[in-house]
RNA sequence: GCUGAAGUGGUGGAAUUGGUAGACACGCUGGACUUAAAAUCCAGUGGUCAGUAAUGGCCGUGCGGGUUCAAGUCCCGCCUUCAGUACCA
């Protein structure tokens, strides 16, 4: 074949990237092992919804990055499993059908061959045997199995973990719910065992529903009854939907849930044990939003006598109580050790005060105090505290220092096995309050700055409450305030609303009467849906305040409030609170809750933001559930009998009574007998019952499918314990950070689960994780002008204003040809002019304004020129067919602005077209040269020439200029040192994840070793391997010449040897004062004193020096060298 | 408002623990090769001032201070941009 000599000589990317893509999918190069004596590694990417656009150069950024780690890694030695799919369901799709009649399950087949056509064009080294669709049965089979392990399952606080429901069942029938302690439904009434075992079926299964981690509930939602569909708030605008703007309204659903808020505390404290970028974490802390503070119960006013607790303690007996705390016996400390681990509800705290007496240690939310014997008046404490509800439990200290732990069994049995005592009759006044308001608030040290309270419109006391005469105004209120969506409400922060009730509340620490108002500024989505206003100290409060005239109560000392509340914590001092004046936040709060604790209408809570997240859709292109209504009651259907299959429909909106898409399906019910989805006409039948109409949301199949591809193909399990607890979790996990609180936050909750369930070995799912920054697109742009008549000109006669302007045609101008919007204007009335569209008397009643209008950037070249005939022949431009262009030099020039790639910006550019021209090896490197991975960075497509021409200086190193020559003499001192530095930096650079700048790196050495004129084995075969996890097409190609018959790509990674980058001499830099003046080749052997020595007799120093003395000469051997004049 | 990230030539971006600011590219300018273009190769390229030139001076990492022999890098105070988020009680 002799014409491959001219061929071989020239780099030709088209044919080598094909011939080695064809090469790796033929010998299934990249396919990993289950099984390896290598150590593990899991490189994995965010997979991709395929849509009907393909792929764009910004998607594959992360790919490349991760394809460049998965591939050194291979060469390190590591079995690397790198897989890819697709996020197949999907509102797009979906969307298409309904406007074309194609079912989604096609679209999404020809899209997903198109994406699998452009990765491969790219040269990615997954391991395709292991895909996973999340459309496909086979694998949403276990998405539906996942959501039937939730159903199965409860959240015990005890043991803080999700347990199988079976465990709950059991104690409810041994002890009711008493003891059980879960994260559940907040209305759950207290049963027996006797009562549960009375409960019918149907209210066993009632209230277990309850306490399922997927459970059905009444949401609110944002109904759309034109679109048939549910919107979340940002698909709606100023009211209406931002489709179609149909009218939204709020309206009850029921939705499946999932409790992720039981895991709330676990997906902060997880995030501190994962690899993750800081503001991906703090977005997730932001959105599980913790929040400590208290709950606070208040009374409403019934007309009864009002209630007060006195106050025990004043401020300085606190102060000196304070030393007490301090200053503990021995037998105290020694106590102290034992109790002071106790948490959450058993916790105790030192030497409080109860009443007027100090107590050595008390568990109030237990009501246990315990003592050293022998303090005076120990009848009296014992009575008293008694009456305040409390057991008293005393030891001597011979007793603690002897057998501490016997002491602490005691006061655990006192706990677990609490004594009766005597009720005090106060609980019995409060218990006759007809109604309480509960709220949270996070400052319950400003208590005493209550001046009234607000709640949601919402409410459900409100209606209660609200009094004869305010009835009118509160209904006018709430009939106003619900026609704004929670969005908007949010969004209109300035404007205050609200109406009073009438009613009052009492101040559980005054006794005094408080307004209670509704206003939309309180949400019901939060908290409790009312809050305690203490305007001094909170901005909305105080805006409310102000605007309905409400006292202000000041309780901070020497504080002004009377512009703005004062709203920070730290450093003032609580003043004008009783019991609480004096005290400093810490103090106070603490003090506070205390208090509250002891007299029974509050406690100290931590509240959390993140709401249990909805799981239904009211779609057509989502898992359905494995889920049927028996007697309105939902039952899983087997494991053994999934995948439950998406049944067709002859149309994908809808249905006209407002059921969700499969409502339309008519095989759409489950014969419980033969165990399998029957036809509708069947539910006559007594065994035959509805199946679930909604879909589950898009992130259910994303939240586990890492763990699928352990296993894919696995039809037993979701995985094999083996791959699970071989490959464990994600070592490197790559994607955009717009998943922060979406994919990755229930990805985190669902692996949780299923960690807790003993499913998968590990509780998070990926040990580090990157963002990589967007890829923005350069738009281009023409500049349009479009000329008005003047207003007030003169001419009456509106018909003459039309003539005046109708001879002329759109006019697009050069972007150079002018500055300002004034130039514009001229040049354009000049053109106008010399070329007779515009009658010179009327020119000064014409106006011209400049309009900015997006042109396809594959019409502009390298230098912003623009291809004028195209633009004007271009499908979408059909406008300006006829528009005249002013020129400059003969060309258009378009004017750049960066801006997210998008399809309605006309910036898109295709990577197909990329591989074609200059070949993938160089998309590769080019986007990896970009800039740092984690940053957004604009793409300009001129700068690939540069990677480019590298390609070819590296290929022509191993070519004589007539044939492919490599030499095996020994390498020279200068190429081994280019060499090592360059797998250094290289090995360096990929481990911290710079890509950019190794990618500097390989052209710093292929300029070296060009200039060295380097042919040698010894390099260039180390240097194919550097270069293979970035360009590996190329390095294939080198390799094989060099005579390998395997694939370059578990060849060894070079190894680097420091002994060849010791240098004898140093050119330093001589700096005076700091500033640098020249350099000297110093040896590296010399002392700092010879150093010094030569240095200054140096001639250059002492014409710097003019004669001066230096002040001080500073030597960093190997570094620098600095004299101070 | 809050949280986070970032501000360096005409452009994308380098600069490991404070130690020669602007690596590597793009672009631009000039040159070689060519009938010409493309491709390729060579040289120059932060600003400014002085000089025919070699060269030299001064200024330069958003702004204002500070620490230090030495600051893009550390500290204090601002400004701007981008991203996320929000009546969160």
Same mark, same amino acid.
Request: net charge negative; with cysteine.
């Given at each position: 074949?002799?014409?491959?000599?001219?061929?071989?000589?020239?780099?030709?990317?088209?044919?080598?990237?094909?011939?080695?893509?064809?090469?790796?999918?033929?010998?299934?190069?990249?396919?990993?092992?289950?099984?390896?004596?290598?150590?593990?590694?899991?490189?994995?990417?965010?997979?991709?919804?395929?849509?009907?656009?393909?792929?764009?150069?910004?998607?594959?950024?992360?790919?490349?990055?991760?394809?460049?780690?998965?591939?050194?890694?291979?060469?390190?030695?590591?079995?690397?499993?790198?897989?890819?799919?697709?996020?197949?369901?999907?509102?797009?799709?979906?969307?298409?059908?309904?406007?074309?009649?194609?079912?989604? /399950? %096609?679209?999404?087949?020809?899209?997903?061959?198109?994406?699998?056509?452009?990765?491969?064009?790219?040269?990615?080294?997954?391991?395709?045997?292991?895909?996973?669709?999340?459309?496909?049965?086979?694998?949403?089979?276990?998405?539906?199995?996942?959501?039937?392990?939730?159903?199965?399952?409860?959240?015990?606080?005890?043991?803080?973990?999700?347990?199988?429901?079976?465990?709950?069942?059991?104690?409810?029938?041994?002890?009711?719910?008493?003891?059980?302690?879960?994260?559940?439904?907040?209305?759950?009434?207290?049963?027996?065992?006797?009562?549960?075992?009375?409960?019918?079926?149907?209210?066993?299964?009632?209230?277990?529903?309850?306490?399922?981690?997927?459970?059905?509930?009444?949401?609110?939602?944002?109904?759309?009854?034109?679109?048939?569909?549910?919107?979340?708030?940002?698909?709606?605008?100023?009211?209406?939907?931002?489709?179609?703007?149909?009218?939204?309204?709020?309206?009850?659903?029921?939705?499946?849930?999932?409790?992720?808020?039981?895991?709330?505390?676990?997906?902060?404290?997880?995030?501190?044990?994962?690899?993750?970028?800081?503001?991906?974490?703090?977005?997730?802390?932001?959105?599980?939003?913790?929040?400590?503070?208290?709950?606070?119960?208040?009374?409403?006013?019934?007309?009864?006598?009002?209630?007060?607790?006195?106050?025990?303690?004043?401020?300085?007996?606190?102060?000196?109580?304070?030393?007490?705390?301090?200053?503990?016996?021995?037998?105290?400390?020694?106590?102290?050790?034992?109790?002071?681990?106790?948490?959450?509800?058993?916790?105790?705290?030192?030497?409080?005060?109860?009443?007027?007496?100090?107590?050595?240690?008390?568990?109030?939310?237990?009501?246990?105090?315990?003592?050293?014997?022998?303090?005076?008046?120990?009848?009296?404490?014992?009575?008293?505290?008694?009456?305040?509800?409390?057991?008293?439990?005393?030891?001597? &200290?011979?007793?603690?220092?002897?057998?501490?732990?016997?002491?602490?069994?005691?006061?655990?049995?006192?706990?677990?096995?609490?004594?009766?005592?005597?009720?005090?009759?106060?609980?019995?006044?409060?218990?006759?309050?007809?109604?309480?308001?509960?709220?949270?608030?996070?400052?319950?040290?400003?208590?005493?700055?209550?001046?009234?309270?607000?709640?949601?419109?919402?409410?459900?006391?409100?209606?209660?409450?609200?009094?004869?005469?305010?009835?009118?105004?509160?209904?006018?209120?709430? %009939?106003?305030?619900?026609?704004?969506?929670?969005?908007?409400?949010?969004?209109?922060?300035?404007?205050?609303?609200?109406?009073?009730?009438?009613?009052?509340?009492?101040?559980?620490?005054?006794?005094?009467?408080?307004?209670?108002?509704?206003?939309?500024?309180?949400?019901?989505?939060?908290?409790?849906?009312?809050?305690?206003?203490?305007?001094?100290?909170?901005?909305?409060?105080?805006?409310?305040?102000?605007?309905?005239?409400?006292?202000?109560?000041?309780?901070?000392?020497?504080?002004?409030?009377?512009?703005?509340?004062?709203?920070?914590?730290?450093?003032?001092?609580?003043?004008?609170?009783?019991?609480?004046?004096?005290?400093?936040?810490?103090?106070?709060?603490?003090? /506070?809750?205390?208090?509250?604790?002891?007299?029974?209408?509050?406690?100290?809570?931590?509240?959390?933001?993140?709401?249990?997240?909805?799981?239904?859709?009211?779609?057509?292109?989502?898992?359905?559930?494995?889920?049927?209504?028996?007697?309105?009651? =939902?039952?899983?259907?087997?494991?053994?009998?999934?995948?439950?299959?998406?049944?067709?429909?002859?149309?994908?909106?809808?249905?006209?009574?407002?059921?969700?898409?499969?409502?339309?399906?008519?095989?759409?019910?489950?014969?419980?007998?033969?165990?399998?989805?029957?036809?509708?006409?069947?539910?006559?039948?007594?065994?035959?019952?509805?199946?679930?109409?909604?879909?589950?949301?898009?992130?259910?199949?994303?939240?586990?499918?890492?763990?699928? *591809?352990?296993?894919?193909?696995?039809?037993?399990?979701?995985?094999?314990?083996?791959?699970?607890?071989?490959?464990?979790?994600?070592?490197?996990?790559?994607?955009?950070?717009?998943?922060?609180?979406?994919?990755?936050?229930?990805?985190?909750?669902?692996?949780?689960?299923?960690?807790?369930?003993?499913?998968?070995?590990?509780?998070?799912?990926?040990?580090?994780?990157? &963002?990589?920054?967007?890829?923005?697109?350069?738009?281009?742009?023409?500049?349009?002008?479009?000329?008005?008549?003047?207003?007030?000109?003169?001419?009456?006669?509106?018909?003459?204003?039309?003539?005046?302007?109708?001879?002329?045609?759109?006019?697009?101008?050069?972007?150079?040809?002018?500055?300002?919007?004034?130039?514009?204007?001229?040049?354009?009335?000049?053109?106008?002019?010399?070329?007779?569209?515009?009658?010179?008397?009327? /020119?000064?009643?014409?106006?011209?304004?400049?309009?900015?209008?997006?042109?396809?950037?594959?019409?502009?070249?390298?230098?912003?020129?623009?291809?004028?005939?195209?633009?004007?022949?271009?499908?979408?431009? &059909?406008?300006?067919?006829?528009?005249?262009?002013?020129?400059?030099?003969?060309?258009?020039?378009?004017?750049?602005?960066?801006?997210?790639?998008?399809?309605?910006?006309?910036?898109?550019?295709?990577?197909?077209?990329?591989?074609?021209?200059?070949?993938?090896?160089?998309?590769?490197?080019?986007?990896?040269?970009?800039?740092?991975?984690?940053?957004?960075?604009?793409?300009?497509?001129?700068?690939?020439?540069?990677?480019?021409?590298?390609?070819?200086?590296?290929?022509?190193?191993?070519?004589?200029?007539?044939?492919?020559?490599?030499?095996?003499?020994?390498?020279?001192?200068?190429?081994?040192?280019?060499?090592?530095?360059?797998?250094?930096?290289?090995?360096?650079?990929?481990?911290?994840?710079?890509?950019?700048?190794?990618?500097?790196?390989?052209?710093?050495?292929?300029?070296?070793?060009?200039?060295?004129?380097?042919?040698?084995?010894?390099?260039?075969?180390?240097?194919?391997?550097?270069?293979?996890?970035?360009?590996?097409?190329?390095?294939?190609?080198?390799?094989?010449?060099?005579?390998?018959?395997?694939?370059?790509?578990?060849?060894?990674?070079?190894?680097?040897?420091?002994?060849?980058?010791?240098?004898?001499?140093?050119? *330093? =830099?001589?700096?005076?004062?700091?500033?640098?003046?020249?350099?000297?080749?110093?040896?590296?052997?010399?002392?700092?004193?010879?150093?010094?020595?030569?240095?200054?007799?140096?001639?250059?120093?002492?014409?710097?020096?003019?004669?001066?003395?230096?002040?001080?000469?500073?030597?960093?051997?190997?570094?620098?060298?600095?004299?101070?004049?």
């Amino acid at each position: 074949m002799q014409l491959l000599k001219e061929q071989i000589m020239q780099y030709n990317h088209l044919d080598i990237e094909k011939k080695w893509q064809k090469f790796w999918a033929e010998n299934q190069t990249f396919k990993a092992s289950n099984e390896s004596d290598k150590p593990k590694y899991y490189v994995l990417d965010m997979f991709p919804y395929p849509s009907g656009a393909g792929l764009h150069v910004g998607h594959p950024l992360g790919y490349i990055a991760s394809d460049i780690y998965a591939r050194y890694k291979r060469h390190k030695g590591f079995n690397v499993l790198h897989p890819q799919g697709y996020d197949s369901f999907g509102l797009p799709a979906e969307q298409y059908a309904i406007q074309t009649g194609q079912h989604p /399950a %096609k679209t999404t087949e020809e899209n997903v061959a198109t994406y699998r056509r452009q990765l491969d064009n790219i040269g990615f080294s997954f391991d395709w045997s292991r895909e996973v669709r999340t459309s496909s049965p086979e694998y949403y089979k276990w998405t539906q199995w996942i959501f039937i392990q939730l159903f199965d399952s409860w959240y015990n606080i005890n043991t803080d973990k999700a347990e199988d429901i079976s465990t709950l069942i059991k104690t409810f029938k041994k002890e009711g719910n008493t003891s059980v302690k879960a994260v559940a439904d907040e209305e759950i009434t207290v049963f027996s065992a006797d009562e549960w075992n009375a409960f019918s079926n149907k209210e066993q299964e009632e209230t277990l529903l309850k306490y399922r981690l997927t459970f059905l509930s009444d949401t609110e939602v944002n109904w759309c009854p034109a679109l048939g569909t549910v919107l979340a708030n940002d698909e709606i605008v100023n009211g209406v939907s931002e489709r179609g703007s149909h009218p939204v309204i709020r309206k009850k659903m029921t939705q499946w849930s999932m409790r992720i808020s039981a895991y709330a505390q676990r997906l902060l404290d997880g995030l501190e044990k994962i690899d993750w970028p800081q503001p991906l974490k703090d977005s997730q802390t932001n959105w599980i939003g913790r929040s400590q503070g208290a709950m606070v119960s208040f009374n409403v006013d019934n007309g009864s006598d009002k209630v007060s607790s006195e106050v025990k303690l004043t401020y300085k007996e606190l102060e000196a109580l304070k030393e007490v705390r301090q200053n503990l016996s021995k037998a105290e400390t020694t106590l102290w050790d034992e109790l002071k681990n106790k948490k959450g509800a058993s916790k105790f705290r030192k030497k409080y005060t109860i009443g007027t007496f100090v107590v050595d240690y008390v568990c109030v939310t237990k009501n246990i105090i315990v003592e050293f014997s022998g303090k005076e008046d120990e009848a009296v404490r014992t009575e008293f505290f008694n009456n305040e509800g409390f057991n008293v439990i005393r030891f001597t &200290n011979e007793e603690v220092i002897e057998n501490v732990l016997q002491a602490v069994a005691e006061i655990n049995s006192a706990i677990q096995f609490p004594k009766a005592i005597e009720k005090t009759d106060k609980k019995e006044v409060k218990d006759a309050n007809l109604y309480k308001i509960d709220v949270f608030t996070t400052r319950p040290d400003t208590i005493f700055g209550v001046s009234f309270m607000t709640l949601a419109p919402e409410h459900e006391l409100v209606s209660k409450i609200t009094t004869k005469e305010q009835k009118k105004s509160v209904e006018a209120y709430i %009939k106003a305030t619900a026609k704004r969506s929670e969005r908007d409400r949010m969004a209109d922060v300035k404007t205050i609303s609200g109406a009073f009730t009438g009613a009052y509340a009492i101040h559980p620490f005054s006794g005094e009467k408080v307004q209670i108002w509704i206003g939309d500024y309180v949400l019901a989505s939060y908290g409790t849906g009312a809050v305690m206003a203490v305007p001094c100290g909170d901005q909305r409060d105080y805006d409310f305040a102000k605007h309905f005239g409400i006292p202000i109560p000041n309780i901070f000392e020497d504080i002004d409030i009377s512009d703005a509340a004062h709203t920070d914590k730290e450093g003032t001092k609580i003043a004008n609170s009783d019991f609480l004046s004096g005290l400093k936040y810490k103090k106070a709060l603490k003090l /506070a809750i205390f208090e509250m604790e002891k007299r029974g209408f509050g406690y100290g809570k931590i509240n959390y933001r993140l709401r249990d997240a909805v799981f239904s859709r009211q779609r057509y292109w989502g898992e359905p559930f494995p889920v049927y209504y028996k007697d309105g009651m =939902p039952q899983m259907i087997a494991d053994e009998h999934l995948p439950i299959v998406l049944p067709e429909v002859e149309k994908y909106l809808p249905t006209e009574d407002g059921k969700p898409p499969l409502g339309n399906a008519t095989e759409w019910a489950w014969d419980s007998r033969a165990k399998k989805v029957v036809s509708n006409d069947k539910l006559k039948n007594k065994t035959v019952y509805p199946l679930e109409l909604n879909t589950m949301p898009g992130w259910a199949g994303s939240s586990w499918y890492f763990n699928r *591809y352990m296993d894919a193909t696995n039809t037993n399990a979701f995985a094999s314990k083996e791959s699970l607890e071989y490959w464990k979790e994600i070592d490197l996990y790559i994607g955009g950070s717009e998943h922060a609180t979406g994919h990755l936050l229930y990805a985190r909750f669902w692996q949780k689960f299923l960690f807790d369930k003993g499913i998968v070995p590990v509780d998070e799912f990926a040990k580090k994780l990157i &963002n990589q920054g967007m890829i923005l697109g350069t738009s281009a742009f023409v500049f349009k002008a479009t000329a008005f008549v003047k207003n007030g000109c003169g001419c009456s006669d509106e018909k003459s204003n039309d003539d005046v302007i109708a001879k002329i045609p759109t006019v697009i101008v050069s972007k150079n040809l002018f500055n300002s919007d004034d130039e514009f204007e001229s040049v354009v009335k000049n053109y106008l002019l010399d070329n007779k569209f515009l009658d010179p008397n009327f /020119a000064d009643l014409v106006m011209i304004t400049k309009t900015a209008i997006h042109a396809d950037v594959s019409l502009v070249n390298s230098s912003d020129e623009l291809d004028v005939d195209g633009f004007k022949n271009h499908a979408l431009n &059909n406008d300006y067919k006829n528009a005249e262009f002013i020129l400059e030099d003969e060309v258009y020039k378009v004017g750049r602005e960066v801006e997210k790639m998008s399809k309605s910006k006309y910036n898109v550019v295709n990577p197909d077209a990329i591989c074609e021209e200059y070949g993938a090896d160089s998309l590769r490197l080019f986007e990896m040269f970009l800039g740092p991975l984690e940053q957004a960075k604009p793409w300009k497509t001129s700068g690939i020439s540069g990677v480019s021409s590298f390609l070819k200086k590296l290929w022509k190193l191993y070519f004589n200029g007539e044939a492919f020559e490599v030499s095996d003499a020994e390498p020279t001192k200068d190429e081994l040192k280019t060499l090592h530095k360059t797998i250094k930096k290289v090995e360096e650079d990929i481990e911290n994840f710079s890509f950019n700048t190794s990618v500097s790196t390989f052209m710093i050495a292929v300029n070296e070793l060009t200039t060295l004129k380097c042919n040698k084995r010894s390099i260039l075969e180390p240097l194919a391997i550097l270069v293979s996890p970035y360009a590996p097409h190329i390095a294939e190609e080198l390799w094989n010449l060099l005579g390998h018959k395997e694939s370059i790509s578990t060849a060894d990674f070079p190894v680097f040897n420091a002994s060849y980058l010791v240098e004898s001499a140093k050119n *330093y =830099p001589i700096s005076f004062n700091g500033k640098m003046r020249f350099t000297l080749e110093l040896s590296l052997d010399l002392s700092k004193d010879e150093i010094e020595k030569i240095v200054m007799e140096n001639e250059k120093t002492i014409a710097q020096l003019e004669g001066k003395a230096p002040k001080k000469v500073i030597i960093v051997p190997g570094k620098i060298i600095n004299i101070v004049i």
